[in-house]
């Protein structure tokens, strides 16, 4: 399959690239950064999407992996939407790593994100989750699915790999020590494996172990 990966060269889409090149699918990931370390067969393409979206035609799935920090603050809702109808345009399924903060304690519990989180936080969690209300709006035709990591997701955890992990609903998974955690390789597998294997469409889940 083609997959683009918007936010190609961040944290999560880095480790998405890398999975879906050794897999042998063609990618294509698009950022405003060059990568560390360039991986043979993969086409990058640095821009600014705000600006200047690429093309998205021939593209099967578009997996979208920016951060709503500095310059994306406040910006990152009206982009994704005009990505995920872009990928409709094109017939490929759009695919968002969107946050821990939109999934629940419990069922029918209020999510994270809509209750005391810390304040450095709240901005960046009320803008991703605004994104999963827009989509569950219909704002988007086609084919989506937004995807939260578990808590303890992110640089300053890399972890390492274990070729497991668990996939939830809208409800948050712990391990049997309440921690909720996931490597940024076993992330990657579970988008990989769902990319190959579609078992979730127009929903959210959670990927932790």
Do not use: C
Request: glycine share 12%.
């Amino acid at each position: 399959m083609k997959i683009v990966v918007i936010g190609g060269t961040g944290y999560a889409g880095a480790s998405i690239v890398s999975e879906a090149a050794r897999r042998g699918h063609e990618v294509v990931a698009v950022s405003r950064s060059g990568p560390a370390i360039p991986l043979d067969g993969v086409e990058y393409i640095q821009t600014d999407v705000h600006a200047d979206l690429p093309d998205l035609a021939g593209a099967d799935v578009v997996v979208v992996s920016m951060s709503p920090r500095g310059d994306n603050a406040g910006r990152l809702r009206s982009l994704y939407l005009e990505i995920g109808r872009k990928a409709d345009e094109v017939g490929a399924r759009l695919i968002v790593i969107g946050g821990f903060s939109s999934l629940r304690p419990a069922p029918d519990a209020p999510r994270f994100v809509e209750g005391d989180i810390p304040p450095a936080y709240a901005p960046e969690a009320k803008e991703m989750h605004s994104i999963l209300e827009a989509l569950q709006a219909d704002e988007v035709d086609g084919d989506w699915l937004f995807v939260s990591p578990a808590g303890k997701y992110g640089s300053y955890n890399p972890g390492s790999e274990r070729g497991t992990y668990r996939v939830g609903g809208e409800v948050a998974l712990f391990d049997e020590n309440g921690e909720s955690d996931i490597s940024g390789v076993d992330f990657a597998r579970a988008i990989l494996d769902e990319i190959e294997s579609p078992a979730h469409r127009r929903a959210h889940i959670g990927i932790a172990y």
